[in-house]
C-alpha cells in the first residue's frame, strides 16, 4: 500500500478504508497516478480540478477525491451536498474552530448521467457514450440552424420603423414657423416706421411736453403692431390647433409601435448570437470528441443522445458537460504495477 492510501485508511478507520480502498486503487491506476495526495485543510491552501470520486462515510461526512491535473487530491469534511462526478469543483481552506474545507462548486455536470473514474472500458460497449454525445452535438447544430432560419423569417416579417418618430420637433418647427409667418405679415409699414422714429426723436427732445407725445405715440404704434401680430397668429394657428390632439395621437401611437418592434428586434438578435455562440461551440467540440474515444472511463446513463436538445438550456448542459469530461481527460498516464 502506498503512503498516500496508508494515510487515508487510518484517518477513515479499517472498515470505511476496507470498503473505498478497492475503489481508490482502480481510481489511481485509471488516471494514471502512483498515489493520492491526502491533503491537510489550513487557511488559504486551495485545489482546483474536476471532482473523480465522492463517498460518504458518516450522516455528516465524506470522502472527495479531486484530480488536479499533476496529482489526485483526497480531503475528508463536512461538505453538505456532493455535485455528481465530472462537476469542476474548488477545496479551499477555511477556519471553524478548526481548519476545515469548503467544497466550492465552479461549474456542476449537469447531465443526467453519471461518471465512473474507476471503472475503465473494457469492451466497445463501454464507448457508446461518446457516440450518443457525437449525436447529440450534431442534433444541436441542425436545430440551432432551424432556430436562425425562423429568427430571420421573424425578423423579416416584422414592420418597418415609422417615420413620424419626432412629432414635438415638427410641431414646434412647424408653430415657429407660423410665428415668423405672423412677424412678418403683421410688419411696420413704411409710415409707420417714419412715425417710429420721430416719435423715438421725440423722446429726446428737451421739450416735457414734447417728450411724452413721443412715449404716448411710440406705445400706441408698438400696441397696433402687437394687435396685428396676435391676430395673424390666431388665424395661422386655427387650424393646427384642430388637427394637433390627432396629430399627436398619431404619434404617441407611431412611437409605441417602434418601441414594440425595437423589442422584439432586440430579442430576435439576442437569440440568433446566442445560436451563433452554441453552433459554434459544436462546432469546436467535434475534436474534443475525437479525445473521448480514448477516455479512460465511463459514463453510465448516456446510450442515447439527452432529450429535447433544441432547448437553449438542453443544449448548453450537453456542450458544457464535454468541456468538462475533457479535461477530467488524464494529463498523467504513468503505468503502474498493482
Known amino acids: 500500500m502506498t503512503s498516500g492510501l496508508a494515510d487515508l485508511s487510518q484517518l477513515l478507520g479499517g472498515e470505511i478504508a476496507r470498503r473505498a480502498g478497492h475503489d481508490l486503487w482502480r481510481l489511481v ?9 491526502v491533503a491537510r485543510p489550513f487557511v488559504g491552501r486551495s485545489c482546483a480540478g474536476i471532482l473523480v470520486y465522492a463517498r460518504s462515510i458518516d ?37 471553524d474552530g478548526e481548519a476545515i474545507w469548503k467544497l466550492i462548486v465552479d461549474e456542476p455536470f449537469r447531465l443526467d448521467a453519471h461518471v465512473h473514474f474507476d471503472q475503465p472500458p473494457l469492451q466497445r460497449a463501454d464507448h457508446r457514450w461518446v457516440e450518443s454525445l457525437r449525436n ?3 442534433l444541436i447544430r441542425a436545430a440551432e440552424a432551424e432556430r436562425r432560419d425562423r429568427l430571420t423569417a421573424e425578423r423579416r416579417s416584422l414592420p418597418l420603423p415609422a417615420v413620424r418618430t419626432a412629432g414635438d420637433a415638427l410641431m414646434r418647427e412647424r408653430a415657429d414657423a407660423l410665428r415668423r409667418e405672423a412677424e412678418r405679415r403683421s410688419a411696420y409699414t413704411g409710415v409707420e416706421r417714419l412715425q417710429l422714429e420721430a ?11 414734447e417728450r411724452r407725445r413721443g412715449v404716448v405715440r411710440e406705445t ?14 390666431a388665424e395661422r394657428l386655427a387650424v393646427p390647433r384642430r388637427v394637433v390632439p390627432t396629430l399627436r395621437g398619431e404619434v404617441n401611437l407611431a412611437a409605441a409601435r417602434n418601441r414594440a ?28 470528441l475525437a479525445a473521448l474515444d480514448d477516455a479512460v472511463f465511463v459514463v453510465e446513463g448516456l446510450d442515447a443522445p439527452p432529450p429535447r436538445l433544441d432547448e437553449p438550456t438542453n443544449a448548453n448542459d450537453l456542450l458544457r458537460a464535454i468541456v468538462l469530461l475533457v479535461r477530467a481527460l488524464p494529463r498523467s498516464r504513468a503505468l503502474v504495477a498493482v
Open 29 to 37: 491506476y485509471a488516471r494514471g497516478h502512483v498515489d493520492l495526495d
Open 59 to 95: 450522516d455528516v461526512r465524506a470522502l472527495l477525491v479531486v484530480d488536479v491535473g499533476d496529482r489526485l487530491v483526497a480531503a475528508v469534511g463536512r461538505f453538505g451536498a456532493i455535485p455528481r462526478l465530472a462537476s469542476a469543483v474548488r477545496l479551499v481552506g477555511a477556519y
Open 136 to 138: 447529440g452535438v450534431a
Open 199 to 209: 416719435a423715438r426723436a421725440s423722446r429726446s427732445s428737451t421739450n416735457p411736453a
Open 220 to 233: 400706441d404704434l408698438v400696441r397696433a403692431r402687437q394687435a396685428r401680430f396676435d391676430v395673424a397668429l
Open 261 to 288: 418592434t425595437h423589442d422584439v428586434l432586440a430579442r430576435i438578435e439576442s437569440a440568433y448570437a446566442d445560436s451563433l455562440a452554441r453552433s459554434a461551440s459544436a462546432f469546436a467540440a467535434i475534436p474534443w
